[in-house]
């Protein structure tokens, strides 16, 4: 009699275990009690699927809703009737058995029941029971004469639990349960019963051993079927990895499974490892004229005293960790990635051959889109990049590629500088060198490749719109620099002033179309660049640019009538700046002395009337190319320059042009 908490026995089965669990279970019992029983060479174990009574209402097969396990075994003996009502049961140790697995099957049916037949003493006798739900793991056991001629077993698991069944084809179970079983069809020391799945009337009838015996559907590959050792914390320990193709795959995943006692434990697809096999692969047949591609995926079932030693009790996974295991010494992906390198090998030629296109979409990736990497695809390994990357997959490996190697040659530098040996630093330096210089030219390309975009994105905002009409001086502005901003909110990489003059790059402060405190007027840009010149008493003076933009093709602002003067707003500015009541948006100090230089942009269109009206009326000053004007107002300290956007745009292409060629994105 026993006294067990089966319902917390259930509920504590862990994850691993799925609702063909129990069928496995029960099925690898029958084979067992048939190889228990002397001189049965008919071994024969049925699997009948019950079905629901009614039709599903759109005519299909109606829904699975339990199994019956029969076979002609020794039966419940008194030994193994008692086996069943202890838990934890050694009686089957020595086959792998943990005496926990009938749980699983409470875990997913509702009720388990026995109807066995054994023998005793001479005689025959029918056990009947069924497996309880609270304390007793038997009850309503009845024992009696049987009229039967042979002993076997009838096991009922009735009635799923709150789910429906996940396959109703009759095939598809087989073959899912062909794969949980098939180290008991290749054993090469035992011959499996003859196991048969069946509907309940016998209308469909699928032998389980034909899949590997005669019709062809799993084969081994004994070519890449192979042993291999691991070390673990005391001693190696030897594993068997045995490559089957599946043809016509459920799944169309190749898998590493991992096999204890004959039984499939855990099952990962191959591509986590080796990308290339993330796809079925396929055999060409001939016959005559015709031709037809027969696909499959690889499965390899690995073998091992290690894996029957460290099962889990519920059979759903190991006591060892997935990875890194100190306990141990071996882990599951130690064994799982060794298992990988025996498939690699099934379907060599293949996998090399797709390997060899994931190259190329690389690098094409890089010669189309991201020229920066090119200084590094020479030596990266793509072996872990995903067989059909995405471009952001693609870009985001070789960006971890990249910061792995800074993180490395920083590390280096550091040793040798902490070392202080001279010895070190002659060895290691040049290689150092190379090595950081890399880094640079795959940043500096990737921030000339962003240049290319921008100008010519920027030649694009200088054309006519469909209706006629020019971008509004808005979208080039935005292009240059953002508008209602400035630089504590828009640093130097997030700006495109480089497009007027590359000393604007790097500034101490900027202001793009706010209002100086104080006042309503707002320049387009400030510009006030870093202190790098100093007079007299040390006092900082920092030359100040100030941007208008005036949208292409507009030239109404040289009538006399206008009050948007683009030179007379630039002199204005200057003048109140010059005049030291303005601070910054933030409320800093603009500092201004009496030889602040000032530099005036103004950029517009050069239509006939301008350049009359700067030659004429404001005294400017054409540049040799006649694409812009200038003039120097000596009393305000200012330089200005009234400049075409062709001009800028002709300017910025000419100053990157030898980049661009370098970089083979002209």
């Known amino acids: 009699m026993s006294n067990v908490n089966i319902k917390r026995a259930i509920e504590n089965i862990r994850s691993g275990t799925s609702v063909y669990t129990p069928i496995v279970e029960t099925v690898v019992n029958a084979i067992q009690a048939i190889e228990s029983a002397k001189g049965i060479t008919n071994g024969l174990v049925e699997i009948i699927v019950k079905r629901d009574q009614q039709m599903d209402l759109d005519g299909t097969v109606p829904e699975v809703d339990g199994f019956e396990v029969v076979d002609n075994g020794i039966g419940f003996t008194d030994l193994n009737r008692d086996s069943f009502d202890t838990l934890y049961s050694a009686h089957k140790i020595s086959e792998g058995?943990?005496?926990?697995?009938?749980?699983?099957?409470?875990?997913?049916?509702?009720?388990?029941?026995?109807?066995?037949?054994?023998?005793?003493?001479?005689?025959?006798?029918?056990?009947?029971?069924?497996?309880?739900?609270?304390?007793?793991?038997?009850?309503?056991?009845?024992?009696?004469?049987?009229?039967?001629?042979?002993?076997?077993?009838?096991?009922?698991?009735?009635?799923?639990?709150?789910?429906?069944?996940?396959?109703?084809?009759?095939?598809?179970?087989?073959?899912?349960?062909?794969?949980?079983?098939?180290p008991y069809f290749v054993s090469e020391d035992r011959i499996p019963p003859t196991i048969v799945l069946r509907e309940e009337d016998e209308?469909?009838?699928?032998?389980?051993?034909?899949?590997?015996?005669?019709?062809?559907?799993?084969?081994?590959?004994k070519s890449a079927s192979s042993e291999y050792f691991l070390d673990g914390v005391d001693e190696q320990k030897r594993f068997v990895g045995r490559v089957f193709k599946f043809y016509s795959p459920r799944s169309q995943t190749s898998k590493?499974?991992?096999?204890?006692?004959?039984?499939?434990?855990?099952?990962?697809?191959?591509?986590?490892?080796?990308?290339?096999?993330?796809?079925?692969?396929?055999?060409?047949?001939?016959?005559?004229?015709?031709?037809?591609d027969k696909n499959f995926t690889i499965k390899v079932y690995v073998f091992g005293n290690y894996l029957d030693d460290n099962v889990s009790l519920e059979r759903g996974g190991f006591e060892f960790q997935k990875e890194n295991d100190a306990l141990y010494g071996i882990?599951?992906?130690?064994?799982?990635?060794?298992?990988?390198?025996?498939?690699?090998?099934?379907?060599d030629s293949e996998v090399q051959a797709r390997y060899e296109k994931k190259t190329r979409k690389v690098n094409e990736y890089v010669s189309e889109k991201a020229p920066w990497h090119t200084g590094m695809l020479a030596d990266v390994d793509l072996t872990d990049m995903p067989y059909n990357a995405t471009d952001e997959q693609i870009e985001t490996r070789l960006q971890k590629i990249?910061?792995?190697?800074?993180?490395?040659?920083?590390?280096?530098?550091?040793?040798?500088?902490?070392?202080?040996?001279?010895?070190?630093?002659?060895?290691?330096?040049?290689?150092?060198?190379?090595?950081?210089?890399?880094?640079?030219?795959?940043?500096?390309?990737?921030?000339?490749?962003?240049?290319?975009?921008?100008?010519?994105?920027?030649?694009?905002s200088l054309q006519l719109e469909a209706d006629g009409s020019y971008s509004s001086e808005g979208v080039v502005h935005d292009i240059i620099f953002p508008r209602k901003g400035d630089s504590d909110v828009t640093p130097f990489d997030d700006h495109n002033l480089w497009l007027i003059d590359e000393r604007l790059n790097f500034t101490e402060y900027l202001s793009s179309d706010l209002p100086l405190k104080g006042r309503q007027d707002r320049p387009d840009l400030l510009a006030y660049d870093k202190r790098v010149v100093f007079r007299g008493e040390n006092e900082a003076t920092n030359?100040?640019?100030?941007?208008?933009?005036?949208?292409?093709?507009?030239?109404?602002?040289?009538?006399?009538?206008?009050?948007?003067?683009?030179?007379?707003?630039?002199?204005?500015?200057?003048?109140?700046?010059?005049?030291?009541?303005?601070k910054t948006p933030q409320g800093r100090e603009i500092l201004i002395s009496e030889n602040t230089p000032f530099y005036g942009f103004v950029v517009c269109d050069l239509a006939k009337k301008v350049r009359s009206w700067l030659e004429e009326e404001k005294d400017f000053k054409p540049m040799p190319d006649r694409l812009g004007y200038f003039k120097w107002h000596e009393n305000l300290n200012l330089y200005i320059e009234v400049i075409g956007w062709d001009k800028v745009l002709k300017d910025a292409s000419m100053r990157n042009r030898i980049f661009f060629h370098k970089l083979g994105i002209e």
């Open 331 to 347: 882990s599951q992906v130690d064994i799982e990635r060794n298992a990988a390198e025996l498939a690699r090998v099934a379907v």
């Open 97 to 182: 058995g943990k005496g926990f697995g009938r749980f699983t099957c409470l875990k997913y049916f509702e009720n388990l029941e026995v109807d066995s037949t054994f023998e005793k003493g001479g005689k025959l006798f029918d056990r009947c029971f069924e497996m309880g739900k609270e304390n007793e793991i038997i009850i309503n056991e009845s024992i009696a004469d049987s009229q039967k001629d042979s002993t076997g077993s009838k096991i009922k698991l009735i009635k799923l639990k709150r789910t429906k069944f996940p396959d109703k084809k009759l095939k598809t179970m087989a073959r899912i349960l062909v794969e949980r079983l098939l």
């Open 203 to 221: 209308s469909e009838v699928v032998v389980l051993n034909e899949y590997v015996k005669t019709q062809g559907q799993i084969q081994e590959i």
């Open 402 to 460: 990249k910061y792995e190697r800074e993180v490395q040659v920083r590390a280096e530098v550091k040793k040798i500088l902490e070392k202080g040996e001279i010895n070190d630093l002659k060895d290691k330096a040049t290689d150092i060198v190379r090595r950081i210089s890399g880094a640079t030219k795959n940043d500096l390309a990737h921030y000339i490749a962003l240049r290319r975009s921008v100008i010519d994105l920027f030649e694009k």
């Open 543 to 582: 030359p100040v640019t100030i941007f208008e933009f005036k949208k292409p093709q507009r030239d109404d602002f040289v009538n006399p009538s206008s009050s948007e003067d683009p030179v007379q707003q630039v002199i204005r500015y200057v003048r109140r700046l010059r005049s030291g009541d303005f």
């Open 256 to 292: 590493v499974s991992l096999v204890a006692h004959r039984r499939e434990v855990t099952s990962i697809s191959l591509h986590k490892y080796i990308p290339e096999f993330i796809e079925e692969f396929f055999d060409r047949e001939i016959n005559g004229e015709e031709i037809h």
